[in-house]
Every structure is written in C-alpha cells, then in structure tokens.
C-alpha cells in the first residue's frame, strides 16, 4: 500500500483557517485519497475523499497538487470541536484491493480558544 | 437508524478466557472490518468480510476469529485471550462498490490481565 507522511502535531486558534497537509509521493493512479478523523474516545468518521481536483462539503475542502503526491485537508474556520486525530489514508479503489484502509499515526491537531 | 453498534462498551479478561464481540449495522451494507487500536497508534485490520459468508485476513488476524452468518452481524471471537490483545477494537461497515466513507462502531475497550 502507498504510505503517506502527516506532521505528528499541529496547531491553531478557534474560528482560523487549517491548513492539514499530507505528502503520498508513490500514489498509484487507482487511489483516492481519503480523510478521516477521530474526536477524543470514538470511531473514527470519514471526512472526505477526492481523486484528482479539489473537493468541497460541509466539513471541509480537500485541495490535491496537480501531480498527486501530495494534498491539504482544509477547515475554514476551526471550532473546539475540529481537535481530533485527523488520518490522511491512500484507499485502492480498483475493487481487488476491498476498500480497507491503512492508517497511519495522523496529525494530532490541538484548537486553542 | 442507529448504524454501526458494537457489544459490549468495555470488557476485561483473565489471559486464557475467550470472549466474541459483536458488530451490528442496519444499513445493508455488504462490506464490514474488524480493527484494534493500540494507544498513540493509528487503527490496524484484523478481519474483514465481503459479504455474507465470507470473511478475509487483514494486516494482524493471529489470536482472532470471525463469522458472517448473517449481512448485519460480523462477530471478532477471541478464543483464548493473552495480555497483548488489550485494545480498543472498532467495527466499520462499507456499502459495496462505494467509493466513499467507512462508517466506524463507538468502539470496545478490552483488557485483558
């Protein structure tokens, strides 16, 4: 499976942009990238996926570099909520692979009132 | 709707004692894992399934057995418990040929001593 690189640790202030990087330079062409996070004690819950252009819902965008290898997840304005175990995940989507997801240790990311 | 419930909450055991766990999802979906989460550690797979029937290895299934008798039941059976299987184990279930998110189980904690 593709690996990819998270910074262990990140900061911010509540009501500020974040910017969640993620480098995955040996992305194969059958993988999406996925976002998961996981609040304090519980499941993780999925927080949005894309594959080659950008992508926006209600929690988040997900910005991708034009060559894959490497992409942002982006919370536009951070709440005390948002601190949470955020996962950068490469998921197979060519149906062999099953749709598991490996993850990785993510980026712990700590809101400051 | 209650998605993804998982039974019981928390366990502790005596090393040699075997316990199952149970994973229940009311959302027809074909795909469902098994992970533990050890601390600081991002999640690993145990056992997956396909569907109903069928079940696969994941990245550390020695120590844990799994049946899918029924498409919204995926049981994890520990059959003889040893210290290092203290975890938080979660259940995540997959609508097939999705493309989107995994949905995760609140999680069990077990210890066992």
């Known amino acids: 499976d593709a690996k990819t690189t998270q910074p262990n640790s990140m900061e911010s202030n509540e009501e500020e942009p974040v910017h969640l990087p993620c480098n995955h330079s040996?992305?194969?062409?059958?993988?999406?990238i996925h976002w998961y996070r996981q609040l304090p004690s519980q499941g993780p819950e999925y927080v949005i996926h894309?594959?080659?252009s950008n992508v926006n819902n209600r929690m988040a965008s997900l910005a991708i570099a034009e060559d894959r290898k490497s992409s942002t997840l982006i919370l536009h304005r951070a709440t005390l909520r948002d601190a949470a175990v955020y996962y950068c995940?490469?998921?197979?989507?060519?149906?062999?692979?099953?749709?598991?997801?490996?993850f990785g240790k993510g980026t712990l990311l700590t809101v400051n009132p | 709707n209650a998605g993804v419930t998982q039974t019981p909450k928390f366990r502790v055991l005596k090393t040699g004692q075997s316990m199952t766990l149970l994973c229940a999802q009311d959302?027809?979906?074909?795909?469902m894992y098994w992970y533990r989460q050890d601390p600081g550690m991002g999640l690993r797979l145990i056992h997956y399934?396909?569907?109903?029937?069928?079940?696969a290895k994941g990245e550390v299934p020695d120590g844990y057995n799994v049946s899918r008798l029924k498409k919204q039941n995926f049981l994890l059976g520990l059959e003889s418990a040893a210290p290092s299987q203290t975890s938080v184990y979660f259940c995540?279930?997959?609508?097939?040929?999705?493309?989107?998110?995994?949905?995760f189980g609140p999680g069990t904690r077990l210890t066992v001593t």
């Open positions: 399934s396909v569907g109903e029937g069928t079940t």
């Open positions: 959302m027809n979906h074909e795909y």
């Open positions: 040996t992305i194969s062409g059958t993988d999406y």
């Open positions: 894309g594959l080659t």
């Open positions: 995540a279930s997959l609508r097939s040929g999705s493309q989107g998110e995994q949905y």
């Open positions: 995940i490469l998921r197979d989507n060519s149906g062999g692979s099953n749709y598991k997801l490996t």
